[in-house]
């Protein structure tokens, strides 16, 4: 076991130090935390359950994002390009191949995965700034290529998908929301954890030696090829998920949704979350997730005193967005994870400042 | 031949619009490392703010342009004292974020005052035609090419022979050595941001004179990076180059082959010139281990 005191978490053996939790408050806070998942749909009504529904492929996408920008180093604009390849892969495979519905989520991932790779290659020339235009490029290329190839839509410009039916277990109107729910809630763990135990592994540490000094990480037998690729592929591998899942679950495939402001947003979610923490890529698209409609209650709110401002919400949403980056970048850049790290130390520590 | 002749000035001025906007850019990278996302934006609210001062203030077309200045270098000021000079140091991927997140703040900002609909602005530029070798050509086009090819020669005269424009150039080149020389590192890095706020104001302006007063004008701001990246990131002749490249492809493309494609014929540029030779074809060889 591990004891606790003002001084930090002693580890009495080598198990307990490769335990995921150690303290008996982050049980306590684990309980705490699976108790609302689990009432949250007793709790929420249909539209909040919409929004933890998008909140939770936000978060797959956003894990998948700081797997690669927080944890690699390596900067990506393209996530938008990522998202669209795994909706369309899953959308046109269950659809017009008539394959199941998660054998086609699955090749969804596995060719995100590829084509993420594919765009990835500039990485092993270019760094930072330059790299970061690169990503740029294969956002606006994928977007031509999906928007241009009329073959994709069969001429219609967007796809509809199916509602989703895993052998025999079907979504029903009635209930959409809260199956979907359950479903996406189980993913979503699942990818949590993957990505949790992924850097806990030889490649996972692999991908954070290149993040902190490429060249150490060189001398020390990492192949830097290798984990940058790999980097890439597994990151967008987790996106085209997220991709797919959009697809099932939105039932409509265009073009709109994966535009450059796409990307931003996800990486303004890992900025606002903290960069290099999977806890903090799930903070981030909560966050982020939340802006909106939080807005939209506040400037409803505020309309009988101020008529006139709910025309102006988007602009709104959108100089919200920018300050809430701006901010955190300024204050905390290293985002609400910090936050949260520093609110337990000053309870653990009270009375005393450290 | 008609056909190619229009495309050549349209590409010509396209192009001009596209260096004046790079200049901004590469300004900025050049003295401070700094890409900013947000330069489509300056465009915009430089040409919103001349807006304001010419048509709704009614004031006269030089009082206009100069009012249009001072709030240019304001902002300039503004964004590099309490945005980015917080974050020298801070990571590529932090800098990068923080003028994506400013551009979304003005760009709202922008449409809270102003809508989101087409402002009827007044041409400034004479809109007639003349005729050469048969094919009808819009003056204001070629005054645009004017205008941006003085504005550029001013501000290549201005880093040849001016105190503060060699200052920048030393900085550019080593902030130590630079620093050791007396030279105020803080100052040089404000007139960057100023300097760019006031050429993107120039490039907003004649980009709403030759299309509209509108929000699209924040759009031209993606085109720039395959211009800075084929004419290399640090070099103001680059953005020339790059420009005048940018500009005359997209409109040969357009013209001849396929409106749609234009649009994406930039980044195909672009990836290729990352490939081939990152630095661009001036830019300033840096032998960086990857």
Do not use: C
Not at chain 1, 242 to 256: K, N, S
Not at chain 2, 63 to 90: D, M, N, S, T, Y
Not at chain 2, 273 to 280: K, N, Q, S
Request: hydrophobic share 55%.
């Amino acid at each position: 076991m591990s004891t606790v005191t003002a001084t930090g978490i002693h580890h009495r053996s080598y198990r307990a130090e490769l335990r995921l939790r150690h303290t008996k408050a982050q049980y306590v806070r684990l309980a705490l935390m699976v108790g609302l998942l689990l009432a949250a749909p007793y709790v929420l009504d249909r539209y909040w359950l919409g929004i933890a529904n998008t909140i939770l492929i936000a978060v797959i996408g956003a894990v998948g994002l700081n797997i690669l920008v927080g944890f690699t180093g390596q900067i990506s604009l393209g996530q938008g390009g990522f998202l669209a390849v795994g909706a369309y892969t899953s959308a046109i495979l269950s659809g017009r191949a008539g394959l199941p519905v998660p054998l086609s989520i699955l090749i969804a991932v596995i060719m995100t995965a590829a084509i993420g790779a594919f765009f990835g290659l500039p990485a092993l020339r270019l760094k930072g700034l330059y790299l970061a235009i690169a990503t740029l490029a294969s956002q606006e290329i994928i977007m031509f290529i999906v928007r241009r190839w009329t073959w994709l839509t069969e001429g219609q410009g967007f796809i509809e998908v199916e509602r989703l039916s895993i052998l025999g277990w079907s979504i029903k109107r009635q209930t959409f929301e809260v199956q979907w729910y359950w479903l996406l809630l189980a993913i979503t763990i699942a990818v949590v954890v993957v990505a949790r135990n992924l850097f806990r592994t030889a490649l996972g540490r692999s991908f954070m030696a290149v993040r902190d000094q490429d060249i150490a990480a060189q001398a020390i037998g990492v192949n830097i090829t290798r984990a940058k690729v790999t980097a890439f592929a597994v990151s967008s591998g987790f996106v085209g998920l997220a991709g797919a899942l959009t697809a099932h679950y939105t039932e409509t495939v265009t073009w709109e949704r994966f535009t450059l402001d796409v990307s931003i947003l996800y990486l303004a979610m890992i900025i606002v979350g903290g960069l290099g923490s999977i806890a903090g890529a799930v903070y981030g698209a909560i966050f982020i997730g939340l802006l909106p409609p939080l807005l939209t209650e506040a400037v409803e709110a505020l309309s009988t005193s101020m008529p006139g401002l709910t025309d102006q919400l988007p602009a709104i949403r959108n100089a919200v967005f920018g300050v809430a980056i701006i901010v955190f970048l300024l204050v905390e850049p290293r985002g609400l994870d910090r936050i949260w790290t520093r609110l337990k130390d000053y309870v653990r520590f009270w009375p005393f400042r450290y | 031949m008609n056909t190619f002749i229009s495309l050549t000035v349209y590409g010509l001025s396209d192009g001009a619009l596209l260096a004046l906007a790079a200049l901004g850019f590469v300004l900025i990278y050049k003295a401070t490392r700094v890409i900013n996302f947000a330069q489509g934006e300056f465009l915009l609210v430089g040409a919103y703010m001349f807006y304001t001062a010419f048509v709704v203030m009614r004031l006269p077309l030089v009082v206009a342009a100069l009012f249009g200045v001072l709030v240019a270098i304001v902002l300039g000021v503004v964004v590099e004292r309490f945005i980015l000079r917080p974050l020298i140091g801070e990571s590529a991927i932090s800098v990068i974020m923080v003028t994506i997140g400013l551009s979304a703040v003005l760009k709202s900002l922008i449409q809270i005052f102003y809508g989101t609909s087409v402002r009827e602005q007044p041409p400034i530029l004479p809109t007639g035609t003349i005729t050469v070798a048969g094919t009808t050509i819009p003056v204001n086009r070629l005054l645009v090419i004017g205008i941006a090819a003085i504005v550029l020669t001013a501000f290549s005269a201005f880093f040849q022979r001016s105190r503060h424009g060699i200052a920048m150039r030393a900085v550019a080149d080593d902030q130590q050595a630079a620093l050791t020389m007396g030279i105020s590192v803080r100052r040089v890095f404000t007139l960057a941001w100023v300097l760019a706020a006031v050429s993107a104001l120039i490039a907003g302006v004649l980009l709403a004179d030759l299309s509209a007063v509108e929000q699209n004008i924040a759009a031209f701001g993606l085109i720039v990076f395959p211009v800075v990246i084929l004419g290399g990131l640090d070099s103001v002749p680059g953005t020339v180059l790059g420009g005048l490249t940018i500009g005359l492809l997209k409109q040969y493309v357009s013209g001849y082959a396929d409106p749609g494609l234009a649009e994406v014929v930039p980044y195909l540029v672009l990836v290729a010139i990352l490939i081939v030779r990152p630095y661009g074809i001036f830019g300033e060889t840096r032998i960086e281990r990857v």
